[in-house]
C-alpha cells in the first residue's frame, strides 16, 4: 500500500502540472533559490532519488486493478525513519508522501520557530563523537543545548544520513542488497509550495504516483536523465 499520513482529499481530475523541475535545466548548482532561507515557515514539495535510480524499497503491485507500492524492509525503515523526522525537528509537519521502488516524495512544513538541538553555543553537534548520523538531532533534555534554526537541506540530510546508517545494518544483520557508494542521490529537489492549487495538485501527484510507475521519469528503463538531480 502506499504511504501517506493526513487526512488529504484525493482530486481525481488533477494533473500534476509542473512544480518547476526540469532535469535537463536544474542542475546541483541551480536547483536552489539563490539566497532564499530554507529554514523558514512555509510547505515544500521534495523528491529524493536512490544512487543510479536502483530500486531499493520494493515493488509495484496491482491490487484490485490498481498499481500500489509494496514495500520491503527497506522501505518499511524509510517509512519508519519518515515519520520519526517529526519527533527529531520538532517544528515540522508531514503531510503527503510517498516511498517508491527507488525515489521518494513529500510535501513538508515548517511551522513556528524552527529550531534544533546541539550541543553547545557555537551550533556544533557532536554526531560522530557519539556514534549518531550526521544531522541528528538529540533530544532537549540536557539544559545546555540550545537552539539552532535547520534548513530544508540539514533535515534531508539528516534523513538520508540515518536511513543510510539503518539500510547498512540491514545489509550486515538482515541480507539487504549490498551497494557501492551510496543509497542516495547526492542531491534531492525541492519546490516552494506558494498556494493552495499548488499543493493541491502536488498532493495528488504524490498520492497517484504509484499509479503513474511505468512512466515515471525515476523508472529504471526511463529514457529521461535523472540519474542526476
Given at each position: 500500500m502506499f504511504q501517506y499520513i493526513g487526512q488529504i482529499p484525493i482530486y481525481q481530475n488533477m494533473e500534476f502540472t509542473n512544480?518547476?523541475?526540469?532535469?535537463?535545466?536544474?542542475?546541483?548548482?541551480?536547483?536552489r533559490l539563490k539566497g532564499y532561507d530554507y529554514s523558514k515557515e512555509g510547505l515544500y514539495f521534495i523528491t529524493t532519488c536512490c544512487q543510479d535510480r536502483i530500486c531499493r524499497f520494493g515493488e509495484i503491485v496491482v491490487s484490485e486493478n490498481i498499481p500500489t507500492m509494496k514495500l520491503n524492509d527497506a522501505g518499511k525503515m524509510v517509512d519508519a525513519q519518515w515519520l520519526a523526522m517529526a519527533k527529531r525537528f520538532p517544528n515540522i509537519e508531514l503531510h503527503d508522501y510517498v516511498i517508491m521502488p527507488n525515489h521518494f516524495h513529500c510535501i513538508l512544513e515548517i511551522v513556528g520557530d524552527n529550531g534544533d538541538c546541539t550541543?553547545?553555543?557555537?551550533?556544533?553537534?557532536?554526531?560522530?563523537?557519539?556514534?549518531?548520523?550526521?544531522g541528528y538531532a538529540p533530544t532537549c533534555a540536557d539544559e545546555k543545548h540550545v537552539l539552532k534554526h535547520k534548513t530544508i537541506g540539514d533535515m534531508m540530510d539528516a534523513f538520508k544520513s540515518i536511513t543510510t546508517v539503518e539500510y547498512i545494518r540491514g545489509v550486515k544483520n538482515k541480507g539487504w542488497d549490498r551497494f557501492e557508494g551510496k543509497i542516495w542521490q547526492r542531491n534531492y529537489y525541492e519546490h516552494i509550495i506558494r498556494d493552495e492549487q499548488s499543493y493541491l495538485t502536488i498532493s495528488d501527484y504524490i498520492i497517484k504516483n504509484p499509479e503513474k510507475w511505468k512512466e515515471d521519469k525515476f523508472h529504471p528503463e526511463s529514457n529521461t536523465s535523472s540519474n542526476t538531480m
Open positions: 512544480p518547476g523541475y526540469n532535469p535537463q535545466i536544474h542542475h546541483r548548482r541551480s536547483i550541543n553547545d553555543e557555537n551550533g556544533r553537534n557532536d554526531d560522530v563523537e557519539n556514534g549518531r548520523p550526521q
